[in-house]
């Protein structure tokens, strides 16, 4: 018989640090919102949410890995917006930003959640 492994979303106790892009505000506003929201309604006390603004996406990694280092989250959330235009410039962005995110997670040890 296979054994099952599943969590609890149950947030009491737990510190987040919020690293969010203010490119796009009209979307990144929202989203910021929806996390602090859901972490909220999953028993997480507003004193425990940590946010850092960023001026766009592409800063986004390096912050969530100064935070990571700090070691005082128990995890790091990452929201911005890049929309797609007529240039490779989405391309560009979008990818970097993704690979950064992912690197400070397998860095750092520490759950970097990807929301842009």
Do not use: W
Request: glycine content about 12%; some cysteine.
């Amino acid at each position: 018989m296979s054994q099952r492994f599943e969590g609890v979303l149950l947030g009491k106790g737990l510190k987040f640090g919020l690293v969010v892009s203010r490119f796009n505000e009209f979307l990144t506003k929202k989203l910021l919102e929806g996390a602090q929201d859901a972490l909220i309604r999953h028993g997480v006390n507003q004193e425990d949410i940590e946010i850092v603004l960023v001026p766009g996406s592409f800063e986004i990694p390096l912050v969530a890995k100064k935070l990571a280092e700090t070691k005082r989250f128990d995890a790091v959330i990452c929201l911005g917006a890049v929309v797609r235009g007529g240039t490779p410039h989405f391309e560009y962005i979008a990818a970097e930003v993704t690979k950064g995110i992912a690197k400070v997670g397998l860095e750092t040890g520490l759950p970097v959640i990807y929301g842009v």
